[in-house]
C-alpha cells in the first residue's frame, strides 16, 4: 500500500534564502507525482506535475525533481519570498491511478 | 489547464439540515473528484463524480450522506445531507484527466 510522507510538517526560513521540501513513497511504480501549494482556507493551486518517466520539471523559481528509485521528490524554491508562504502538498498518483495525499509542510517565510 | 467555480465559498448551516455544493469547470473533464479536508489535515477523497452514472464512494462515505450529481462533463454537485458539527469542514472539488486542478473550496460550519 503506497504512503506518502512530507518531512518537516513546518519550515520557518527567512526571506531570500533558498529552500527544498521532501516527498517520499514508498511504491516506486507510480503514474505521476504532482506539488500544490494551499493558501489558509482556500482550494489548492497545482504548481507542477512530474510523470514517471520525468526527472524534473521546472517553473519560474520552482524546480520539482522525482527520483523513483528512491521513492523521494523534491521541492526546490529559489530566492524564497514573504507570498510563498503557505502549505505545501505533494501527491502520487499510482499504476492504479489512485492518489495518495501527503500530509503537508506548512512553510513560512519571514520578512 | 483548467478554471474551477465552486460555490458557496462558505456557509454556516444548522444541525439536521443539507447543503448543496456546485462546481462548474471551463472545460468538459472526464475526472471529477470531491475531497474534504479537516483543519489541521490533509485530503480526504470522498467520492469520484462519474458521468452518466453513480458516483464511486471511498470506504467510510456513503450515498445516502453524500450524495453526487455529475450530469455532464463540465458540472458537479455534492450534497451533504442531514449535517452535525462533524461534517464542518473545507469540501473541495477537483477536476482533471493528468493534472490535477482545485475549486477554491467551500468552508462549512455546522452549529
Do not use: H
Not at chain 1, 3 to 21: D, H, K, M
Not at chain 1, 34 to 40: G, M
Not at chain 1, 71 to 91: F, M, V
Not at chain 2, 66 to 93: A, G, H, K, Q
Amino acid at each position: 500500500k503506497q504512503e506518502v510522507t512530507q518531512i518537516p510538517a513546518a519550515l520557518s526560513v527567512p526571506e531570500g534564502e533558498n529552500l527544498v521540501l521532501n516527498c517520499s513513497f514508498t511504491d516506486s511504480a507510480i503514474y505521476n507525482l504532482q506539488w500544490f501549494r494551499q493558501d489558509p482556507g482556500k482550494g489548492l493551486t497545482s504548481l507542477l506535475l512530474i510523470q514517471s518517466s520525468q526527472r524534473e520539471q521546472t517553473s519560474g523559481r520552482l524546480n520539482a525533481s522525482l527520483d523513483k528509485s528512491s521513492g523521494r521528490s523534491t521541492l526546490y524554491i529559489a530566492a524564497s519570498q514573504p507570498g510563498d508562504s503557505a502549505t505545501y502538498l505533494c501527491a502520487v498518483k499510482g499504476s492504479n491511478y489512485q492518489l495518495i495525499w501527503g500530509a503537508g509542510t506548512k512553510l513560512i517565510i519571514k520578512p | 489547464s483548467a478554471v474551477i467555480s465552486q460555490k458557496p465559498s462558505r456557509d454556516i448551516c444548522q444541525r439536521g439540515t443539507s447543503l448543496t455544493i456546485q462546481c462548474q469547470v471551463d472545460s468538459q473533464v472526464t475526472m471529477m473528484f470531491w475531497y474534504r479536508q479537516q483543519p489541521g489535515q490533509s485530503l480526504t477523497l470522498i467520492a469520484t463524480a462519474n458521468q452518466g452514472s453513480e458516483a464511486t464512494y471511498e470506504s467510510g462515505f456513503v450515498i445516502d450522506k453524500f450524495p453526487i450529481s455529475r450530469p455532464n462533463l463540465t458540472f458537479s454537485t455534492l450534497t451533504v445531507s442531514n449535517m452535525s458539527p462533524e461534517d464542518s469542514s473545507i469540501y473541495l472539488c477537483s477536476a482533471g484527466d493528468e493534472k490535477l486542478f482545485f475549486g477554491s473550496g467551500t468552508q462549512l460550519s455546522v452549529l
